[in-house]
């Protein structure tokens, strides 16, 4: 059964720093490219980053919206079957619901950040606040 499963979300300052950790089961993760989105409350979900499949080696690619670039980082450990966004500089505005999904593409060797709709797989998603 496949299975994404977030965790990392808690209370930050502003200017504060997390790491988020999207957790695969029943597939290995290396093989797919895996997105971060996020949900604003009254918001609609977007996409904030994406890590292309990387096939077993080390090669990869990555993508970031504009609003996160620079202060993100997503990345994979292929041993754990994870994939990590480091959050940095972090701001009120960045509270959200945030999730890891993936459209299900074997391979896809691309990091594009792909549609909402484009997701075939969701985890239940891990609240991240930003308040002082």
């Known amino acids: 059964q496949v299975q994404l499963v977030e965790s990392g979300g808690e209370l930050v300052q502003p200017g504060g720093s997390l790491r988020l950790s999207c957790a695969a089961f029943?597939?290995?993760?290396?093989?797919?490219?895996i997105h971060w989105f996020r949900q604003a409350p009254g918001k609609e979900r977007e996409g904030i980053s994406c890590?292309?499949?990387?096939?077993?080696?080390?090669?990869?690619?990555?993508h970031y919206a504009d609003f996160v670039k620079g202060r993100f980082t997503i990345s994979r450990d292929n041993a754990k079957n994870t994939v990590y966004l480091q959050m940095n500089s972090l701001k009120p505005e960045d509270t959200a619901v945030y999730y890891c999904?993936?459209?299900?593409?074997?391979?896809?060797?691309?990091?594009?950040?792909?549609?909402?709709?484009?997701?075939?797989?969701w985890g239940k998603g891990t609240l991240v606040t930003v308040s002082s």
């Open positions: 890590i292309s499949s990387s096939d077993g080696g080390t090669h990869y690619s990555t």
């Open positions: 029943g597939f290995k993760l290396q093989n797919y490219a």
């Open positions: 999904a993936t459209d299900g593409l074997f391979l896809r060797n691309s990091s594009v950040i792909l549609r909402v709709d484009d997701m075939h797989y």
